[in-house]
């Protein structure tokens, strides 16, 4: 993917402490199609230098969650509580959600998948949902997409 100025990026990294940490912020400078971008990343005055592979663009539906623990679908209470959490990462990617409906506890779309609201951004409409994450189920990915139903 090659990265314009003033891009808004998503870069997932390690912190100091070993912990996943996501950062975001904007392009504020290109070396090339394939070289590394200067990331200004929010509540920082300088830059970082940063590969391009580890940036992503940010989207209404590039924003996910994962966390750890199954409960957190299983339990309606919890699950509930699952698009609070989403909503405050969009905000902090910075991005403009014009309305969320939520559906309470959640609707069950496949045995497997959470409805948990419905949003509108820039004219389209979405669905947060709530799934197992693909790559490990223990684990649960939040995110918005085009409704399937």
């Known amino acids: ?9 998503r870069w997932a990294t390690v912190g100091e ?20 971008v200067v990331v200004m990343l929010d509540g920082e ?35 509930r509580g699952l698009v609070h959490l989403w909503q405050a990462e969009a905000e902090q990617a910075g991005l403009d959600v014009d309305s969320l409906e939520h559906r309470g506890t959640g609707e069950c779309l496949d045995g497997e998948s959470w409805a948990l609201a419905a949003l509108s951004s820039g004219g389209e409409t979405y669905v947060v949902r ?16 085009h409704p399937m139903y």
């Open 1 to 9: 993917m090659t990265f314009n100025l003033g891009d808004r990026v």
């Open 45 to 79: 005055l300088g830059g970082d230098v940063v590969e391009q592979t580890q940036l992503e663009s940010v989207s209404i539906t590039s924003v996910e969650l994962h966390l750890a623990g199954r409960d957190l679908i299983d339990d309606a209470e919890l699950r």
């Open 130 to 145: 709530a799934v197992p994450w693909e790559l490990d189920p223990a684990v649960i990915c939040i995110r918005a997409e």
């Open 17 to 36: 402490d070993g912990l996943p940490l996501v950062r975001y912020g904007f392009v504020g400078g290109v070396a090339g199609d394939v070289g590394p």
